[in-house]
């Protein structure tokens, strides 16, 4: 059955999701800041719209995905706000990847409207944007869940209902928490092999077929191996998404020792004038350490 959806946020992850609602037969008034991120979902038979609050109204259920939380709070409660398109009863579901205390305000705001919200944030960059195989990590109440579920299963494979408000978000730090881990251990690994004289490439092959094997060696390991950092997921967003992980441990006197390293790199990356490129470049930082 066809949803009406209001879809805000058009950029690498939002325009692919906000099509494959399209081709899965729902119909969308679309909102993006760059009125040129529009014209696709125009063109594809989306209703573009000049706020967030008209992306809103009459929408059964409508979907952010936005860049930080900032971002979210404006496109939520700013003065062109969903929260003032909103009709009572409908849902507003955020799939950006925001702290969760935030979430758990803006559930609250909305609520006072009548308005119900789920927190979605996704892990599988934009290859599973594109293809529709995201992960969904979702927050909020059940049968709200289960209303929307029609959606997230035209966006992705594996999707899940972690809890309440805010869950979805602490699942998705706890992913790019292992996310993060895992590209530095595989980025020291082949700058290991590198060091020692023995072809990294080798190596990753054999450790494919073992208990090392991940996503991670096999994805972002090809791409350090290439030297291609083409993004996937840029390294201004990681460290973003890590910096909403590292504020949460302060608040919960919680000791994150490999995130916090893995930050500190992401960091040098962006002094470094690499921010726009895909995280695994994390690499280049060992590498330089290392003397290579």
């Known amino acids: 059955m066809a949803i009406d959806v209001g879809f805000i946020g058009l950029g690498i992850m939002g325009r692919p999701m906000a099509l494959n609602l399209l081709k899965a037969g729902h119909r969308l008034r ?29 929408a059964e259920v409508t979907i952010v995905m936005v860049s930080d939380t900032p971002d979210v709070e404006q496109v939520i409660l700013g003065a062109e706000g969903v ?31 009548g308005v119900e919200m789920l927190d979605a944030p996704v892990s599988g960059g934009d290859v599973g944007a594109v293809n529709a195989i995201l992960s969904i990590m979702v927050g909020g109440k059940a049968e ?14 594996n999707i899940v209902h972690i809890g309440d408000n805010g869950a979805g978000q ?12 895992t590209i530095q251990g595989v980025a020291e690994a082949l700058t290991f092999a590198r060091k020692n004289g023995v072809d990294p490439g080798k190596v990753r092959d054999a450790l494919l077929g073992g208990f090392a094997g991940s996503k991670i060696l096999e994805v972002h390991g090809k791409r350090m191996l290439d030297h291609d950092f083409k993004p996937g997921f840029k390294t201004r967003l990681h460290q973003k998404d890590l910096d909403i992980v590292m504020q949460t441990a302060r608040e919960l006197g919680l000791a994150l020792p490999a995130a916090a390293l893995v930050m500190q790199n992401l960091n040098a990356l962006i002094g470094s004038g690499d921010g726009e490129v895909d995280s695994a470049a994390v690499v280049k930082v060992v590498e330089r350490m290392s003397g290579l």
């Open 30 to 58: 679309v909102y993006g800041r760059r009125p040129e991120t529009m014209q696709p979902l125009m063109q594809a038979g989306a209703t573009a719209c000049t706020s967030p609050r008209e992306a809103a109204e009459g």
């Open 83 to 113: 929260i003032h398109g909103a009709r009572p009863g409908s849902v507003v579901v955020d799939m950006s990847t925001i702290s969760p205390a935030a979430t758990r305000f803006m559930a609250r705001e909305l609520a006072a409207n």
């Open 144 to 157: 709200v869940f289960l209303r929307v579920k029609p959606l997230f299963e035209a966006l992705g494979k």
């Open 170 to 181: 602490v699942a998705k730090a706890c992913n790019q928490i292992v996310v993060a881990v």
